[in-house]
């Protein structure tokens, strides 16, 4: 599975088709097992077909489990990755369901609703009780953004505090660090540039310390870079298959690695103070409506305007946030990811809330030492 996965990532980097769909960062844009398995050559993708084909074959055969489940949605995901990467064009839904393992369709109207409702008493409590609900978040998001001469130093203290507990509580990083890195004019929020050692932070957007921490634990500790390291350790221990250094793959183990990352506050036990409930809160419904607003914009051909208000009032997002994620959700392979925030944090958040204290250590180990997918996961306790 690692040799195949990685052969589909070189030959998408070097060929024009996959180059113009993800820019050269490829399948799997962070991958730490070069000494460890040695991708296939290709050369065409029939010979990339014929070898999922012959994966499947080799699954078939595994014993019932969670292991058979993962690998199972680990074939369908490269299948439709490949098609598209040789020009096919697979529906939103397809790719939704198949390439990023989530649920197809919108977000139970509902669960919006009642983050909505959650949001209005914390903003009350917290001494935003006037106004409009959109009004109030802005206020609050207003008070409480960090002034940009003070961002550095913020940063700097959120990311030894979350190193700190996260060496406590989940894995040892180390000496591993990073360093911000403020950019602009990009679709994303922040990113995890593991190599460069930096944290990517649209600078387009103004941050909440309660944001930024949240963010610090999503890209670094105890999120991306924590899964990388401890993966890798996991697999040089022999305690871990080479599989699990696909983790940050372009597929369906996407959505767990975006589930650690947005339950990482959560993993690592920091929810310290009222900022930090609004801001869950307000995560929840946002991550929630930009999975709406990809599916009604992508497959209800909903008006692009109409979508871009629903995100302005529902979601009350900042302007550059809902412009972006109809960018994103317009990508023909990054689009149906936006499903994997939600999709991935609920799967990991659904395990962790009915792990019993007996179970944590085998829980983390589970969450940080090997690839899942959403349906693997949940499986756990294993036998």
Known sequence: MTAVTIGIDRFERSNSVGTSLLDGEGLVPIYMGDDV????????????????????GDIDALPEGERKVFFEGM????????????????????????????????????IVETARDNLDKLLAAAGFGAGSLTERVKLWEDKRAIEADKLEGVFRDLMAQARQRT???????????????????????????FDQGK???????????????????????????????????????GRATADALLITANAITGCVQEGIGDQGVQLIDWIEDEDDQIHLELRRLRSAAQTTAAWEFMVDSKPKEDVLNYLRDVAMGQ????????????HPFR??????????NEAVREVRERVKPAQRDAFIDTLYSHAHSPRSLNMFPAE
């Open 37 to 56: 398995v040695e991708p296939i050559a290709y050369s065409d993708w029939n010979a990339v077909y014929a070898d999922i084909d012959g994966l499947s």
């Open 319 to 330: 302007e550059a946030w809902a412009q972006g994620r109809l960018r994103m959700a317009a």
């Open 335 to 344: 689009g149906p990811f936006i499903a994997s925030y939600w999709s991935g």
């Open 75 to 110: 074939v369908k995901s490269l299948k439709v990755a490949a098609r598209l990467f040789a020009g096919d064009e697979p529906s939103f839904e397809e790719k939704v369901t198949d390439l990023v393992g989530a649920p197809a369709g919108a977000v139970d109207p509902a």
């Open 199 to 237: 944290m990517d932070l649209n600078m387009d957007l103004s941050f909440t310390r309660a944001a930024l921490k949240h963010l610090v634990c999503h890209e670094v500790f105890p999120g991306h870079s924590t899964q990388l390291l401890s993966t890798r350790k996991a697999v040089d221990e």
């Open 167 to 193: 060496n406590d509580m989940i894995f040892d990083t180390g000496d591993y660090n990073m360093e911000l890195n403020p950019i602009s004019g990009v679709p994303y929020t922040a990113r995890c540039s």
